[in-house]
């Protein structure tokens, strides 16, 4: 089981906490957190605006869990957004330093984050779906320094303030609803500190995200895009339409318009395809907290 010192807090009342034989016990307020299969289980909903939303269900299922980590199997490493944030987030760790993944999903990306970080870094990661804790458990069996956990990030997280050197979210909401990822983010990291946001096409919006980042105290952020086809084994490609048909069942639109122009874009009978040429695209934000802070921005900031 993993130390939790400097890093854990309890989630409802933010007190240290001691170690139980079985997961992990508050002082204050008495709440246990349980360990399941040496997963500890820190979520916490306090109110529907924190729960699981109705898309994010779909993770629920152990059959779209699945669907997802034949995809990335096969198609993660060859990303070329995602090749480009490990080899950044690689160059900046050290021996100690922490690493934070929101949403880890099943795993591969965590195996990658290993592989290229420098010896002794320690990736904590999580997600809220039990399907996926387990699959993401087997996939990182071989990866050394690396904690999974569960826990809500739409909730009340379980982290001490300025404890992280790099906080990395692909895909995933950080912090509660209403405050932007990157808000949670700086709170989260030590001065100093690096914030990776990766996103498939990033929606317009009215502030570009290297100025919205610094207008949260970030005092360095850089933006990179990517446009390619990238070339989906049949099987993978199948079960990313499962996924995302699911998705849009459940009410996802970016899913059902992302599904429909899949859909037009099958030049061929898919059973005479080896692969189908996906047109993809990806973005990454690259942000970093500054050394010493201008101004109070209401969390501790302690090394």
């Not at 609803?177 to 949670?184: C, E, L, S, T």
Request: contains cysteine; neutral net charge.
């Amino acid at each position: 089981m993993q130390t939790l010192s400097g890093i854990f807090r309890c989630p409802v009342c933010e007190t240290e906490f001691t170690s139980d034989q079985d997961g992990y016990a508050c002082k204050r307020c008495q709440r246990v957190y349980a360990s399941r299969d040496g997963i500890v289980d820190f979520f916490v909903s306090l109110g529907e605006s924190d729960a699981i939303d109705a898309v994010n269900k779909m993770w629920l299922d152990p059959t779209i869990v699945a669907a997802r980590n034949l995809f990335y199997g096969a198609c993660a490493r060859q990303l070329e957004g995602m090749r480009f944030c490990m080899g950044e987030i690689g160059r900046r760790t050290f021996g100690g330093c922490r690493i934070l993944e929101v949403g880890m999903g099943t795993g591969q990306f965590t195996n990658w984050m290993a592989e290229s970080s420098a010896p002794g870094s320690e990736i904590y990661a999580f997600d809220m779906s039990w399907p996926i804790l387990e699959t993401a458990k087997e996939n990182t069996l071989g990866a050394p320094r690396v904690h999974l956990f569960r826990a809500n990030a739409r909730g009340r997280l379980p982290f001490v303030p300025s404890c992280f050197d790099i906080v990395l979210a692909r895909l995933a909401p950080l912090g509660a609803h209403g405050v932007p990822n990157v808000q949670a983010a700086f709170e989260l990291l030590k001065p100093g500190g690096w914030y990776f946001e990766a996103q498939w096409k990033r929606e317009v919006y009215e502030t570009p995200p290297t100025e919205f980042a610094m207008q949260h105290g970030f005092d360095h952020a850089e933006h990179h895009a990517w446009r390619y086809y990238l070339p989906v084994p049949k099987q993978a490609y199948q079960a990313m339409k499962l996924e995302l048909g699911r998705m849009a069942d459940l009410g996802g639109e970016k899913a059902r318009r992302h599904l429909a122009l899949q859909s037009e874009a099958e030049s061929a009978d898919l059973n005479e395809q080896q692969a189908v040429p996906k047109l993809t695209e990806e973005n990454l934000l690259i942000c970093r907290k500054p050394e010493r802070l201008r101004h109070s921005v209401g969390c501790s900031h302690s090394q």
